[in-house]
C-alpha cells in the first residue's frame, strides 16, 4: 500500500493561546491555512501577527490549543521565516546564503539562488556592510535555500523604500510561482492587495476574519476590519 | 625621570646586545605564558560557551563565581598552588614543584576564569542576537556554538589577548612555584623582582621595558593576523 | 577541525615547555636571598658542574622559608646562616648533619647625617642602645631570615625590646635585605644588613657603614643534607657531593677566591666534620 507523501499542509491551528510574562498575547485562535496563492495576515500593531508566524514555524510552542501541519510536526526544517530585521552572520554574502544549507553543493547553490535575486555581484562582500533592502534580499535566498514548503515572512519590507520594496515583493512572487506556500504578515495594505490569495485579519490576539481577498477587501465582515481598511484602526 | 630615560636606554642596548641569559629569560616567559593561555583557551572558551548558552541550576551562582575569579590573587593562588605540589603536599609525587611545569599550572589557574567569564559575555550577547536565526536555519547546539565562536572571533580574541596580558604580566605565582632559580625558572617579571630587592633599580626597569616591547610585539602579530584574515575572507 | 587544530598547537606548544624531565643530574639546594644576591652562586656552581656534572638549582628564599622548604621534602640541601635553627633543624630529624662552611660579616647600615652617633664604633650592641635612645628610624627585615635573627638578638643582648618602638623609629617590613635597603635608603634609616648584599648594592643613597668589625657580627653559614628517611625523593648522594665539595679544600678555596670590586666577601671555615 502506497504511503501517502508527507506535506505541512493544510497548517491547522486549533483553539492556540499564548502567553509571556504573564501577558496573553493570542487568544483562542483557530486557522486553517491551505496550499495555493499567498495567505496575508494582517493586523495593527500588537495584534500578535509575529508571534503567530514565530508559533506557525516552530520557535514557539503554544501555551494551548494546538498546531498541526499537514501529516508532519511543526518543524523549522520543512518551513523557513524571514524577519522584519534580518540577522546577518559576521561573514561573506554568500556564506550567510550557504549557511542552512545541508550537502556537499551547498555553495554551488547558494551562488545559484544569489543569482536569481540580483546580488550575485556581492557575494564576497561582508554581508553586514550591505544595505537594509540587499540584506532582506539575502535573508530570502537564505530562506529560499532551505527549500521550505512554506515561507513565512515577518513584515520584511517595514523599513524599506518602496524601490527596495518591490525589489522583495518580486522575489517573493518568484518562489511563490515554485510552489512554495507564502505567509506574509504586514501592515501596509497596499502590499496586501497586491500579494494575497487570501487575508486572515488578527486584532488584540484574536482571529476575527478569514476570507478570500476580494471578499477581505471590497465586504469585511467586522466593524474593525472596516475600521482597519479605512485606516482607522491603529493598535 | 633621569632614571627612566637611563632606563629606557639601557633596554635598548639590552635588547640589541643578544645577551643569551637574556634571551633565556625571554625565552622562558613565552613558554610559560603561551602555554596557560593556550590551556586555558581550549578549556575556558567551550566553557564559556556552554555558560552562556545552558540553562541549570547554578548557572547564575557559577557565573558570579567565574567573574570574582577573574580577581584571583596571584600570590594566593601562588601559595595553594605550592601546598599542592610540595612533596608533602597531596601531589607532590609528580615532582613539579620548582619547575615550569608549576608555573604553567598556577599561571593557567589565574587566566582560565578571565577567559571563560568574558567570552561567556562576548557569546551571550551574540546569542541573544542570533539565537531565532539560527533556530530558524536549523542550526543545532554544536553548529550553534561554532557559529558563535566564530563569528565572535574579533571580540574572542581581545579576550584571549586580556588573557595573555595578565599572564605576562604576574609574578606573585609563578615567584612562588617556579622558585625563581637561575637559568631554569627564572622569567622576565621574577628577574625583575629579583633585581629590584638587589637595589638595581636601572636594571630592574630596563628588564621592564624590554617585557613592554615584546608584549607589544605580541599584540602588534595578533593585529597582523588579523587583518590577513579578513583579507583572505574576501573584505 | 578548528578545535583539532587547536588541540595540535597546544599540545605542541606543551612538548616545548616540557622537556624538564630529562633532568637527572641535579639538586635543588634551598639558600637565602643574601647568599643568592651576593652572587656567590653565580661563581661557585659552574665549578662545581664542570667537576661533578651536578646541576645545582638554588630556590633563594628567607631563612625561615628555607628551613620550611627543607621540612617539606621539598629541597635535597638546605644552606643557610642561622645557627640555632640549623641545629634545631637537625635535633627535629629534619636534617641529616650540620657543617660549617663559612662565614661572612654584617655591618649596621646607617645615613650620612647619623643622628645616633654611631658612625665608626666597634661595637654594636653600644650602637643599637644609642639607636633605641636617640629613636633614630630602624628598618628590620622582619621576615625570621638569618639577618634578622642575628638583628633581634643583637636587641636582646643589649637589653632592649624594639618592640616598644614599633609604629614610630623601628619599622618592620617583612622582605628581603634588598628591599630592606631599599627602604633605608629612601628613608635615611638604619638597618643591619650582611656586608655581600651592601658591596652589591646600587641604591645607596646618602647610607654608608656605621659600624664593623665587631666579633658579634660575624655570620656562620652552615650547610645540612634533608633528612632522605623521612623524605625518600631526596637525592642523597647527589646532595652529600655537593656538601662534601664546599667543605673540601677545593671547595673553600674557591669560596675565598670570590671577590667583589677586589674585596672578599666569604671567609671559609669548614672542618670538614659534622658540628653536632
Excluded at chain 2, 192 to 206: C, F, M, Q, R, Y
Excluded at chain 3, 4 to 10: C, E, H, M, Q, V
Amino acid at each position: 500500500m502506497m504511503r501517502a507523501p508527507t506535506t505541512s499542509l493544510p497548517l491547522v491551528l486549533d483553539r492556540v493561546g499564548f502567553s509571556a510574562g504573564g501577558v496573553e498575547i493570542l487568544h483562542d485562535l483557530s486557522l486553517r491555512i491551505e496550499p495555493g496563492a499567498p495567505t496575508i495576515i494582517l493586523g495593527p500593531n500588537g495584534a500578535g501577527k509575529s508571534v503567530l508566524l514565530r508559533l506557525c514555524h516552530g520557535l514557539l510552542s503554544p501555551s494551548g490549543g494546538s498546531i498541526r501541519a499537514g501529516n508532519v510536526a511543526v518543524s523549522t526544517e520543512r518551513t523557513a521565516l524571514v524577519f522584519q530585521r534580518p540577522v546577518m552572520l559576521r561573514r561573506s554574502v554568500l556564506a550567510n546564503v550557504a549557511y542552512g544549507i545541508v550537502g556537499k553543493h551547498a555553495r554551488g547553490r547558494a551562488s545559484a539562488l544569489l543569482e536569481r535575486v540580483g546580488l550575485s555581484h556581492l557575494a564576497r562582500r561582508p554581508a553586514r556592510k550591505l544595505s537594509g533592502g540587499e540584506q532582506q534580499r539575502v535573508a530570502l535566498a537564505r530562506a529560499w535555500g532551505r527549500n521550505p514548503e512554506i515561507l513565512f515572512l515577518d513584515e520584511p519590507t517595514a523599513s524599506l523604500d518602496p524601490a527596495a520594496t518591490r525589489a522583495v515583493e518580486d522575489i517573493v512572487g518568484e518562489i511563490a510561482a515554485q510552489g512554495v506556500k507564502i505567509v506574509m504578515a504586514t501592515h501596509d495594505l497596499g502590499q496586501a492587495r497586491r500579494l494575497a490569495g487570501d487575508v486572515a485579519f488578527l486584532h488584540k490576539g484574536r482571529l476575527l476574519e478569514h476570507t478570500p481577498a476580494a471578499t477581505f477587501f471590497d465586504a469585511p465582515r467586522t466593524p474593525q476590519a472596516a475600521a482597519f481598511l479605512r485606516g482607522e484602526l491603529l493598535t | 625621570m633621569h632614571d627612566l630615560s637611563h632606563a629606557f636606554s639601557l633596554a635598548l642596548q639590552l635588547a640589541a646586545s643578544g645577551d643569551p641569559g637574556l634571551w633565556q629569560i625571554v625565552g622562558l616567559s613565552l613558554q610559560v605564558t603561551l602555554s596557560a593561555v593556550a590551556i586555558s583557551t581550549l578549556l575556558g572558551l567551550p566553557v564559556g560557551a556552554l555558560l552562556a548558552l545552558g540553562r541549570f541550576p547554578g548557572r547564575n551562582a557559577l557565573i558570579v563565581i567565574f567573574n570574582a575569579a577573574m580577581g584571583l590573587p596571584p600570590v594566593v593562588v601562588g601559595l595553594v598552588v605550592y601546598l599542592l605540589l610540595s612533596r608533602s603536599g597531596p601531589l607532590g609525587e609528580f615532582g613539579i614543584l620548582f619547575t615550569p611545569k608549576a608555573m604553567v599550572i598556577a599561571q593557567s589557574i589565574l587566566v582560565f576564569p578571565i577567559v571563560t567569564a568574558l567570552s561567556r559575555q562576548v557569546i551571550e550577547d551574540l546569542w541573544a542576537e542570533y539565537s531565532e536565526q539560527l533556530r530558524s536555519l536549523g542550526s543545532n547546539a554544536a553548529k550553534s556554538i561554532g557559529t558563535l565562536l566564530w563569528d565572535g572571533r574579533f571580540s574572542l580574541v581581545t579576550v584571549v589577548l586580556a588573557g595573555f596580558g595578565r599572564a605576562a604580566a604576574e609574578v606573585g605565582a609563578i615567584i612562588i612555584v617556579g622558585g625563581n632559580i637561575d637559568g631554569f625558572t627564572r622569567t622576565m617579571t621574577t628577574a625583575i623582582a629579583l633585581e629590584t630587592s638587589k637595589g638595581d633599580l636601572a636594571l630592574a626597569l630596563g628588564l621592564g621595558f624590554v617585557l613592554l616591547m615584546i608584549v607589544v610585539l605580541v599584540n602588534g602579530a595578533a593585529w597582523i593576523a588579523r587583518r590577513a584574515g579578513e583579507r583572505l575572507a574576501g573584505a | 577541525m578548528r578545535l583539532l587544530r587547536l588541540a595540535l598547537a597546544f599540545t605542541a606548544i606543551l612538548a616545548v615547555t616540557v622537556p624538564a624531565s630529562a633532568q637527572d643530574k641535579s639538586i635543588i639546594v634551598a639558600s637565602t636571598t643574601s647568599t643568592e644576591n651576593s652572587g656567590l652562586f653565580k661563581y661557585l656552581l659552574p665549578i662545581f658542574k664542570e667537576k661533578t656534572g651536578i646541576d645545582v638549582k638554588v630556590v633563594a628564599l628567607g631563612t625561615g622559608q628555607a628551613l620550611d622548604v627543607g621540612r617539606r621534602g621539598d629541597a635535597d640541601v638546605v644552606f643557610v646562616h642561622a645557627k640555632p635553627l640549623e641545629e634545631k633543624f637537625v635535633a627535629d630529624g629534619e636534617g641529616v648533619a650540620r657543617y660549617e662552611v663559612m662565614y661572612n660579616d654584617f655591618v649596621v647600615i646607617g645615613p650620612k647625617s647619623d643622628p645616633a652617633k654611631i658612625a665608626g664604633s666597634k661595637d654594636v650592641l653600644e650602637a643599637f642602645k644609642k639607636i633605641a635612645a636617640a629613636k633614630a628610624s630602624f628598618i628590620s627585615r622582619g621576615d625570621k631570615s638569618g639577618t634578622h635573627v642575628a638583628e633581634l638578638k643583637y636587641w636582646k643582648e643589649a637589653d632592649i625590646d624594639p618592640e616598644t618602638g614599633k609604629g614610630s623609629w623601628y619599622k618592620e617590613i617583612g622582605q628581603g635585605m634588598g628591599a630592606a635597603l631599599n627602604t633605608a635608603s629612601s628613608s635615611n634609616s638604619y638597618v643591619l644588613s650582611d656586608r655581600g648584599t651592601w658591596i652589591s648594592f646600587k641604591n645607596r643613597g646618602d647610607l654608608k657603614i656605621v659600624v664593623e668589625g665587631d666579633k658579634r657580627l660575624f655570620n656562620q653559614y652552615g650547610v645540612m643534607l634533608v633528612n632522605p628517611v623521612k623524605h625518600p625523593n631526596v637525592k642523597k648522594e647527589l646532595g652529600q657531593t655537593f656538601i662534601d665539595w664546599l667543605v673540601s679544600p677545593e671547595g673553600q678555596k674557591a669560596i675565598a677566591n670570590y671577590k667583589i670590586d677586589g674585596e672578599q666577601l666569604f671567609f671559609p671555615n669548614a672542618t670538614g666534620k659534622p658540628s653536632t
